[in-house]
């Protein structure tokens, strides 16, 4: 079936007269006087021209994104990160009481955003099974329901990834009704391919990707969503007039050339045999009681107090995130595969700490 998606978004965003940006109603050639900006360059602007508002969708980041996503252009929005790509889905699909699926634990943002929107978080919650996090077995029969199911692949906070089998289930069992979104966010740590393979397949897929993660980027705020371009059409009538500034997109072009991702693929590579150091080291870790390496760029352990351990790491210097909070994670705490000195540092610490019932009290 192929999806309707003006019907399936929301009333009000399809009757809705879309923004016109000066630079989206003409290009920025010749003499400017349509925007109400300032003539002269900022005494603070390092040559960038950024007196002058920014391309909405500057096209030569967007086709150097489509070629390294192989995608077309048409299907490629470009966002402030993945976190706008969540926001505006929701917004454009989502009324309020609209299911939307998560499956906990994962990224906070999907849930958030729903509930601003006064949309009904509906949760299928992983199951710890076997050493892994596994979808729960009915995950299509409640995703089936929902307007927007987000997966998440590798999962953050746990590092688990979805098989193409069980994406290709939920995208078949929402086909016509709600949109199938997997977050690649991590998908550069993996061997396996990304989910836009399968779009052709299924028209209600959707992938969101980051320049946040393997990209070195998290500071430039630059993500896309893939997706068919009605979608990427519905989303740009509600996305902000200019999202992108001006530095970012310069970083980002200069980022995405040939040689800087052979130099950044490098960085990668080190990454990788850091991670590996990491898990070893946290293996041999006796007061930790389990541990999920995941295909991310982070690994997720438990520990017999979760607070304690971060508590006296902040004090040694080194933030690791507690993953308490989320179900299924009691005492969990996820920790990010940092520079080779850093990762020093902390299995220097790891190496001292002890819980509170392991640790030998000196007599007074
Ligand atoms: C799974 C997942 N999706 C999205 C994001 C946010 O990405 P961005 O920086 O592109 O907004 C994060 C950030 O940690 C994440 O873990």
Redesign the pocket.
Known sequence: MTTDFDALARPEIRALTPYASARALADSAGILLNANENPFPSPGDPGQGLNRYPEPQPPVLRRRLAEMYEVDEDRLLI????????DLLIRVFCAPGDPVLVMPP??G?YALSAQVQGATVVEAPLVEQEGDFEPPADLVERAAGCKIAFL?S????TGNTLTPELVDSVCRAMDGRGLVVV????VEFQAAPSFTRRMRRHGNLVV??????AHSL?GC???SVIADPAVIGLLRRIIAPYPLPTPTVNTALSALTPDALAAQAKSLATLADEKQRLVESLRKTDWISAMWPGE?NFVLVRVPDAAALIEAAADAGIRLRNQSAQPGLDNCVRISVGAPAENDALIEFLGRWRPANQRTETPP
Not at 154 to 157: E, K, S, Y
Not at 183 to 186: L, V
């Open positions: 966002t402030r990160g993945s976190d706008e790509g969540i994962c990224f943002m998440c590798p999962n953050n906070p977050d690649e966010a991590y969101l990707r980051t320049l946040s993660k998290a705020r630059l993500g991310a």
